[in-house]
């Protein structure tokens, strides 16, 4: 097997580690689909690093996912789906995590023909594929349109990736003050630029002098004259590390309905979040029924006006925020990583010894 330089792009001496690698993961990330499938699938390489060398799969157009996957140190190629079988060795195994299903199938099929371990991680049942082993991590998980009747399914928060800085900070003590004087805002990765407009010109309504923790999007408005403009009342700090111990240290979340409104419950600050489409509205109603969390609606919708009075109501009501803390560290407790690993490690080595686990839990 070839392994041109020409082809792969990984950090040094990781070249002559090629051997060992065994499995190889097909994500992406960009404005439209946010940060989160390429975060949790860099998190569970991290931890699943002691048994293999994993390999990311990057569609040449994805600039943003190459970066991040650069700037990490991790090993990754950036080829069409269908030449990779030519070039690299082939794996122990396969993990699918990205909306982007162009020639998935017909890779899928391949991995299939050689016998392969086919692993995919979803997000409420979007985008079904023939895998053997489907991780659903959402708090409501559907898995009627899988078109394999084999696949071995693990659903609900149980098996949500987050970073492992979340397991340690889940069960530290948290304090749910009688005012909120610090709002975390985190409204994901994709194009939330008018959005952010909205939660910041609605704080400065508020005229309460908080402080504002942001963690920045892709747009590139995140910049001191749109914190400022207009919003002489707000304190707004654009960060991008250290960002769940912002989180936790904060009285309010405000984000959308993707992985951040997990972390949030998770380190146990009271959460109000937005949606960006139907499936983050099913999200974020699920997890309002579960009473984690307050339902601001679909963002498009939110006006920056109606905020000082929710946010009044929701800061006069201690108990129902501290309700929103203990139910939201009931449904996510950090360690899913660690869970899904284990799926990862027994099943390749049952695959190792001639066949598949059903039962790798």
């Known amino acids: ?48 690093n002691d048994c293999c060398l994993p390999l990311f799969l990057v569609d040449p157009a994805d600039s943003w996912s190459r970066k991040q996957l650069a700037d990490q140190g991790a090993a990754f190629v950036c080829e069409r789906l269908a030449s990779v079988w030519s070039h690299l060795p082939e794996p122990k195994a396969i993990l699918l995590d990205t909306r982007e299903t162009e020639g998935l199938f017909d890779f899928v099929g391949e991995a299939k023909k050689r016998h392969l371990t086919v692993f995919s991680i979803h997000d409420l049942g979007l985008n079904p594929l023939p895998s053997d082993i489907a991780i659903d991590g959402s708090i409501a998980p559907d898995i009627s349109g899988f078109p394999n009747p084999r696949t071995v399914f693990y659903t609900g928060p149980d098996y949500m990736v987050l970073d492992p800085v979340y397991r340690l900070l889940h ?8 005012r909120m004087r610090t709002v975390f805002v985190n409204l994901g990765g994709g194009n939330s630029g008018s959005f952010y407009r909205k939660i910041l010109d609605g704080l400065a309504l508020w005229n309460r002098g908080i402080e504002v923790l942001a963690v920045a999007g892709f747009s590139g408005w995140e910049n ?14 654009w960060i991008s590390e250290h960002i769940g111990a912002h989180c936790f240290r904060a009285d309010l979340a405000i984000t959308a309905g993707g992985i951040a409104a997990y972390e949030a419950l998770c380190t146990g600050t009271p959460l109000m979040a937005l949606s960006y489409d139907r499936y983050q509205d099913a999200t974020i109603r699920a997890l309002a029924d579960a009473g984690a969390c307050a339902h601001l609606g679909p963002g498009e919708n939110l006006s920056a006006s109606d905020l000082p009075g929710i946010l ?3 800061e006069s009501d201690h108990v129902g925020r501290r309700t929103f803390s203990l139910n939201g560290r ?14 990862f490690r027994k099943s390749m080595g049952a695959r190792a010894n001639g066949s598949l686990m059903e039962d790798a839990g």
């Open 330 to 343: 009931k449904i996510v407790d950090g360690r899913g990583v660690e869970r899904v690993a284990g799926i």
């Open 312 to 314: 009044e109501r929701f």
């Open 1 to 48: 097997m070839s392994k041109s330089a020409k082809t792969l792009t990984v950090p040094s001496g990781i070249l002559s580690a090629m051997d060992r690698i065994c499995l190889w993961i097909r994500t992406g990330s960009g404005p439209q689909i946010g940060f989160g499938h390429l975060r949790r699938t860099m998190v569970l390489a991290r931890f699943l």
């Open 171 to 178: 069960p530290k003590g948290k304090c749910i003050g009688d």
């Open 224 to 237: 001191e004259s749109f914190s400022r403009k207009n919003r002489p009342s707000l304190n707004v700090q």
